[in-house]
């Protein structure tokens, strides 16, 4: 019950329907998705863990609890740590057999294209283009990363779809910048340069850091105080 109901808090905080810098108040988190109290509380500590939820000191020794906001110096440190695991994993691709390397690149090279028509198109498909944007990126940590280099990942990454959810129609603008640095990527894990895959995609997050921190610029915070 704990992992379905934190599954499904996560959920409700990535798609934007646990508002940035809402209230958590467990009672009312149980009486939603029928639930009793203790698997929302035992869920409720594991998405603070994961920076999903933050507490702050109010009034006396009590303490708040709220969805975390977004904010431009958030998505630089997420952007910057999901860059560093999945530039391990770009590298450790470049490790892969002739064969299944060959593979992964034909993989990549369908998908970057798939985007690249899809972000150039004049009414593109924001769930569309995320679900090619995350496919991309996902085909390099299931064939480079270990065990515990996916699960780090996994729990770190769903961060970034809160962002994209929000700010989507702004952010499609600037995805086919984004395609070119994926060829980069490609390019790289198909010579087999594991240095140069590795930081084409930390380049590619750290550069997605810096479009996003213009929309937040341009549109504003989101749950901030």
């Given at each position: 019950i704990s992992d379905t109901t934190f599954r499904r808090?996560?959920?409700?905080?990535?798609?934007?329907?646990?508002?940035?810098?809402?209230?958590?108040?467990?009672?009312?988190?149980?009486?939603?998705?029928?639930?009793?109290?203790?698997?929302?509380?035992?869920?409720?500590?594991?998405?603070?863990?994961?920076?999903?939820i933050v507490v702050t000191s109010i009034a006396g020794s009590k303490e708040r609890l709220s969805v975390a906001p977004l904010t431009k110096e958030d998505a630089r440190e997420l952007y910057w740590i999901v860059g560093h695991l999945e530039g391990s994993a770009a590298r450790l691709c470049c490790q892969l057999d002739?064969?299944?390397?060959?593979?992964?690149?034909?993989?990549?090279?369908?998908?970057?294209?798939e985007l690249s028509k899809c972000a150039t198109a004049q009414q593109g498909d924001p769930n569309r283009l995320f679900d090619l944007d995350i496919s991309f990126h996902q085909a390099i940590?299931?064939?480079?990363?270990?065990?515990?280099?996916?699960?780090?990942?996994?729990?770190?990454?769903?961060?970034?779809?809160?962002?994209?959810?929000?700010?989507?129609?702004?952010i499609i603008d600037r995805l086919e910048t984004s395609v070119n640095e994926h060829v980069d990527i490609v390019n790289a894990i198909e010579q087999g340069d594991g240095p140069g895959a590795e930081k084409a995609i930390q380049l590619n997050w750290e550069n997605g850091a810096e479009r996003l921190c213009q929309v937040i610029e341009n549109l504003g915070e989101r749950g901030s105080w």
């Open positions: 808090l996560r959920e409700l905080i990535v798609h934007g329907k646990l508002a940035p810098g809402s209230r958590v108040i467990e009672a009312d988190l149980a009486d939603r998705l029928r639930v009793s109290r203790t698997p929302i509380r035992a869920a409720r500590h594991r998405l603070q863990q994961e920076g999903y002739l064969k299944a390397r060959a593979a992964l690149v034909s993989e990549l090279k369908r998908l970057n294209y940590v299931d064939a480079g990363a270990g065990p515990r280099l996916r699960t780090i990942h996994s729990g770190v990454k769903p961060q970034t779809e809160r962002y994209w959810r929000l700010y989507a129609s702004a």
